[in-house]
């Protein structure tokens, strides 16, 4: 490889990484329910972007490195499950660049909040919002899963209906933002 196309690849996989890490590691955290653990995952995927060819993934670069993430994320809940129990949620620390403090902190009480209501969908509804959220079409999301498109519409239907319903997320809604603080 020449000195050129070496110093656009390490563009394009910086700007990759500008783009992507923050996502991928909200993914992956909330898959694996744990930060370090997802920084890990996200490191290997982004290992893994380096031997890859821009024109290979052009126009499909973020689903390759859910997917990729993903994969890595399964594989190490497959090695958790083999010799312990799953570890209990962690939260993600909250950066939100707000001037006001009062807002930031309601922010994050709700964002922790509807969390800890995704975090007690199944686990397959659970990923399918996880992706659905972070911008990715249902066919995408499909790729990424190995389910079928339509699967992924049921569980994305499934997920916000049961999310509507509950007490928690009605009284989030209902509630003027000023009241919502507890």
Not at 158 to 181: D, F, M, N
Request: proline share 5%; hydrophobic share 40%; aromatic share 4%.
């Amino acid at each position: 490889m020449s000195e050129p196309e070496s110093s656009d690849r390490r563009e394009w996989v910086l700007a990759a990484l500008d783009r992507y890490e923050a996502r991928l590691a909200r993914y992956a955290a909330r898959l694996l329910r744990d930060e370090e653990a997802a920084r890990d995952v996200v490191q290997h995927a982004f290992l893994r972007l380096c031997d890859q060819s821009p024109a290979e993934l052009e126009g499909r670069l973020a689903p390759w490195l859910f997917t990729v993430c993903r994969n890595r994320a399964v594989d190490i809940l497959r090695a958790r499950k083999r010799t312990a129990s799953l570890e209990q949620v962690h939260d993600l620390p909250h950066r939100n660049h707000q001037p006001d403090p009062a807002v930031t902190v309601e922010r994050q009480d709700l964002y922790r909040r509807l969390n800890d209501l995704v975090a007690e969908l199944p686990s397959g509804q659970r990923e399918a919002v996880d992706l659905w959220t972070e911008g990715f079409a249902h066919a995408e999301i499909a790729q990424i899963t190995g389910h079928s498109e339509g699967n992924v519409r049921v569980l994305v239907h499934r997920a916000l209906k049961t999310l509507r319903r509950h007490p928690v997320a009605r009284q989030l809604v209902e509630q003027p933002i000023e009241t919502r603080k507890a």
